[in-house]
């Protein structure tokens, strides 16, 4: 077996996957291609190029945390198994 083969099923067991031999030998090569090219790409320049967290520059396209009025609160107090008044009770969870 290469190192990369070992390497592979080194990974395979920490994610608990139970591969065979042949799996073993082909995820090594796949393995070994990536890391291959990560070489390549290790060689290359980057000096000009600016660090980026995201090429796209995506903004959080998530709505805005506002409060509003449930139309539907009784009905979901009155759903809940334990309540007290208008109050939801749990189960203690910190001690």
């Not at 920490?14 to 070489?39: F, H, M, T, W």
């Not at 660090?51 to 009905?75: C, F, I, M, Q, S």
């Amino acid at each position: 077996m290469t190192a990369v083969e070992i390497d592979a099923g080194r990974i395979a067991k920490l994610a608990r996957l139970e591969l065979s031999d042949d799996e073993v030998k082909l995820y090594g090569r796949q393995l070994g291609a990536i890391l291959e090219y990560i070489g390549q790409l290790g060689e290359l320049d980057t000096a000009s190029v600016p660090p980026t967290a995201h090429v796209l520059g995506l903004e959080n396209a998530a709505r805005k945390d506002v409060a509003v009025a449930d139309e539907n609160r009784e009905a979901i107090i009155a759903n809940f198994p334990v309540r007290e008044h208008n109050l939801l009770k749990v189960k203690k969870i910190i001690e």
